[in-house]
């Protein structure tokens, strides 16, 4: 290992680390454009010059490998003066609309200028000024201001893989542009913001709304999808402005995908404030009071087998606790988490995870994709597997739907026919899995949403232990997940009892008159035009497909306004916190629930946070370890029998609306006439 000496200070580090990386090692800033950790190391901006002793110039530390016996300077006088060389030469055509740009206040450039910048320059030329480009609805430029670092061509190329951003010309007349100007058909473009070190690519959305420094800021977990992407809230009184990326290297890095990012609008629209109660065939305001009391009204002397809960997909893990005690009391064994159908079991735990962990994508070198999607299922899973096939070595099977997903994939086939012949071993790819090093399946919600979903996950488990996929310090089996309390659920066993009945048996029930009442925790992913027969009580944020067949609708609180626990994918419990309080009456679900069981004769034995959570770890010690991720237990699970011949389909078909939140996002909207309007256009 190359040991060398920076500022005096001796330093050892791996081989392949640079100049630049070592001295971050030792707490030395060296000011940097181009340079990004995820990125490649193109040394375009030069900021990152050092002196190093024997060379005849300055050098790019970013670009130059530490070696042994190295001896570097980061502070003398030829460094800065370099460094207000290449400063003076940024500043030559920028702009000074630090004023009005939505990049002031966390601007690089502006930053840098200051701190290594001069205090005048001796260019006297007019500015050169660049038509801005038109990258959709998403991201707002003023290519102006571009230093061309370059960034935003390598991240749209390396990480999101849609390659549709190049610079054109030479010097003082080089652009970046699309070339034909249409809207970046990825879901990952809105990291492009955060990448762009100046203001030439900024938030559309966004634009002109607030300043950095009047924002709130928060840390807290994204529930659009499953990943558990970690994020950072900033409010302003009462409103959301905009999420941005935490980084996390163990599940999103520092990305984020657009839902993520972007369909924050839909949390000031179509929202729910107070409660409501169906009089005379009409939903009428109603006070709490009066909406608990017709609850109460309904359910006294119901038996519990003619009572169901059903919980949604953004639906915390206290909520479902506390509902899941409320139905227990009542006697009702009717439960289900599941609105989709999936045929996941209630254990072992291993049945259910993504058992490697997302950082564990980065070790495999062979993937079988089971009926699924990820590129719109989970776009941060997608850039990991991508970012492992850049390196080469991997190969990607793929038994479902053949579409682009950003890397090369070798299309097995499209149904259960293939799956068989691999878990029989008569399918060329079952040898590729058999020879791997660390070989993963990936299973995803369209191939276990089927009615032969348990025999779909049971031949996935026969092939992840014949080929080796589960054995000693390795689990290479894993589900991918399209719903944030999914895992959740599944943990607390929020599923149907001896004798209960699954969502499908709740819709039936209810539409034959079987079942009465029905408790809808934010569950809007089913047909409730079935449960036409039923007392429906519908718990929620938004007035979406639940809310309009509801007999009582209770406001509940969205993820930015509520303290939660959340269950990723991959079975790591995190916490969101609150950001904005709820608007109007609404309030947190589990408070509602502690709330209503009171006047429900059945009242839950918990009055405060701290005491639901105490309750969460007594049901499953997995919530008394926060942030940590394992494979689950392993064991028996699925069931064995003749799979279906319909080929899988993926569960997820339109990305931009998964959930209430993304419908009532007008951004969301934007996205699908232009970005998928392409697509389907370009189909055609």
């Known amino acids: 290992m190359p040991k060398l000496t920076i500022d005096g200070i001796e330093i050892e580090v791996e081989p392949g680390t640079s100049v630049l990386q070592a001295c971050e090692r030792l707490g030395i800033e060296v000011p940097r454009f181009c340079f990004h950790d995820k990125l490649s190391v193109p040394a375009n901006c030069r900021m990152c010059l050092v002196e190093m002793e024997k060379a005849p110039k300055p050098i790019a530390s970013c670009a130059m490998p530490a070696g042994d016996g190295m001896v570097i300077k980061t502070n003398t006088d030829v460094v800065r003066d370099a460094r207000r060389g290449i400063m003076e030469f940024l500043l030559i055509n920028h702009p000074l609309d630090c004023p009005i740009c939505d990049q002031g206040g966390e601007c690089d450039l502006q930053d840098q200028a200051v701190a290594y910048g001069f205090d005048r320059g001796r260019y006297t030329e007019g500015k050169r000024a660049v038509t801005d480009k038109y990258l959709g609805p998403l991201i707002e430029t003023f290519m102006t201001r571009c230093i061309q670092c370059t960034r935003c061509i390598r991240f749209i190329d390396e990480i999101a893989g849609v390659p549709v951003l190049g610079g054109v010309n030479r010097g003082e007349h080089m652009e970046i542009t699309t070339y034909v100007e249409k809207a970046i058909a990825s879901e990952l473009s809105g990291n492009l913001v955060d990448v762009c070190p100046v203001g030439a690519l900024t938030s559309k959305p966004y634009a002109f709304s607030a300043r950095p420094w009047e924002l709130r800021k928060t840390e807290s977990i994204d529930v659009l999808d499953a990943v558990g992407s970690n994020i950072r809230i900033d409010a302003r009184g009462g409103e959301v402005m905009r999420v941005l990326p935490r980084l996390n290297e163990d599940v999103n890095e520092e990305w984020i995908s657009d839902k993520t990012r972007y369909a924050i609008d839909g949390l000031k629209r179509r929202r729910i404030d107070r409660p409501y109660v169906r009089r005379d065939g009409k939903l009428q ?348 237990e392993w064991g028996a699970f699925g069931a064995e029998g003749a799979m279906g011949s319909a080929p899988f389909a993926s569960a997820v078909e339109n990305f931009y609306m998964t959930d209430p939140v993304t419908r009532a996002s007008e951004t969301m909207a934007l996205c699908i006439d232009e970005i998928l309007g392409q697509h389907k256009a370009a189909a055609e």
């Open 285 to 632: 305001p109603a006070s709490w009071a009066e909406a608990f009391q017709a609850i109460a009204e309904k359910a006294k002397g119901l038996d519990g087998q003619r009572m169901a809960a059903i919980a949604g997909d953004t639906v915390d893990a206290e909520a479902m606790v506390a509902l899941k005690d409320l139905m227990t009391a009542f006697g009702s064994p009717n439960l289900d988490c599941r609105q989709d159908g999936a045929k996941l079991p209630a254990g072992p735990r291993g049945a259910y995870l993504f058992n490697s962990g997302l950082a564990g994508i980065e070790q495999a070198d062979v993937i079988l994709l089971v009926g699924t999607n990820p590129r719109s299922e989970a776009a941060i899973v997608n850039a990991r597997i991508r970012k492992r096939w850049l390196k080469n070595g991997l190969t990607v099977g793929v038994v479902g739907p053949d579409v682009d997903l950003t890397y090369r994939t070798r299309h097995l086939g499209a149904g259960p026919e293939t799956l068989a012949a691999i878990a029989d071993g008569t399918d060329g790819f079952a040898e590729v899995l058999r020879n791997a090093k660390a070989p993963l399946l990936i299973v995803g919600q369209g191939a276990l949403t089927r009615k032969d979903g348990a025999q779909v996950l049971a031949a996935c488990r026969k092939i992840a232990e014949s080929f080796g996929l589960v054995r000693d310090g390795w689990n290479g089996f894993n589900v991918l997940h399209t719903a944030a309390a999914r895992v959740g659920g599944l943990d607390l066993g929020f599923l149907p009892g001896p004798g209960g009945r699954d969502v499908a048996g709740i819709l039936d029930g209810a539409q034959k008159g079987e079942i009465d009442f029905v408790w809808l925790l934010a569950a809007d992913e089913i047909d409730a035009g079935r449960l036409d027969k039923a007392f429906v009580v519908y718990q929620g944020h938004h007035g979406d497909r639940g809310a309009h067949r509801a007999d009582v609708i209770l406001p509940g609180a969205a993820y930015t306004e509520k303290n939660a626990t959340y269950v990723n994918t991959e079975g790591r419990v995190q916490q969101a916190r609150m950001a904005v309080f709820p608007p109007g009456e609404a309030r947190e679900d589990w408070k509602i629930l502690r709330a209503a069981s009171e006047a429900l004769g059945r009242k839950l034995p918990y009055d405060s946070l701290r005491e639901v959570r105490q309750r969460l770890v007594a049901v499953n010690p997995v919530f008394g370890t926060p942030d940590t991720q394992g494979a689950g």
